[in-house]
């Protein structure tokens, strides 16, 4: 069997177009536009492409993107002060502090400063714990687009069973909770789970989020499941001195017994920012009372 391929690249650019529309008629129907605002503290080279790229794609969509840069040596007070000004600001409708923080910074403290309603990252532990509830919430943006691609190859999940690989809080954890909501049969599995290979077996979809370049072989997956490959690893080839991105699974090999696989890059990577520019769309209708779904994001 070889795999269909789940186009994470065009999926995204569909589901930008749509948001774009929805901004253009919240802009002509209610006199709001979407605002984005980001906070990076210090000069992280990956970071600041990061930022760069959500800038630009928060623009392409038509809102309007805030960038907070500020110095390496900015104090935890400092940093505490702008997110109350963002939590206060009714243009910046979004709020994202770009991870990881330098080391004098109290992540935690920062994240949980974030108004919830504005948390479009979904890190803040009352966003966390709703979704854990099962209740509607904003989702961490990387599984909530692994979620709607699943359902866009599966339609219904309901019953089947799932494998997360990676129990991290922004993604192995809450792509768990995602799923459970879904009405899946759930296990996670982590660097000390026993017995992994026969846990990828049996399972009609596995989601990977470890960041091991190529971990997954063919005989791990179950023929005809769907595999969701996160993990980004930077590889380098000694040969040719070149650099090139590859995922937790080796595409090569799984391609040939899956039923439909993500590549990397392309697959769940641009879902990324495209859920990111969805929460930031719902945070501003709700914001001001109005629901906010975008005709490609489902109820949450
Ligand atoms: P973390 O490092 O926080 O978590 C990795 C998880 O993998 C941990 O739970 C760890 O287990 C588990 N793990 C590590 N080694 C093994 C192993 N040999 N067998 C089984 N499990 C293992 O990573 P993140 O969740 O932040 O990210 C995961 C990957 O996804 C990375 O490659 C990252 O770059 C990528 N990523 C991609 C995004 C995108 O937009 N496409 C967005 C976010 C992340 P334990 O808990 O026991 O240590």
Redesign the pocket.
Known sequence: MVASVIDGKAFAAGMRNSIAGDVSRLKEQHGITPGLAVVLVGQDPASEIYVRNKARMTREVGMVSFRHHLPQHTTQKELLQLIENINNDPLMHGLLVQLPLPAHIDEESIITAIRPDKDVDGFHPSNVGRLAMGKSAMVPC?PLGCLMLLKDELGSLAGKNALV????N???KPMANLLLREHCTVTV?????RD?IEHCNRVDILVS????PS?IKGNWVRPGSVVID????RIHNSKTGKGRIVG?VDYSEVSQVAGAITPVPGG??PM?IACLLANTYRASCQIHGLKGETGTTQEL
């Open positions: 990387t690989l990676g129990r991290s922004i993604v192995g599995a982590h660097s000390r789970t992994l989020a470890v960041g091991r971990m996160v993990g980004i690893s937790d769940v990577g990324t």
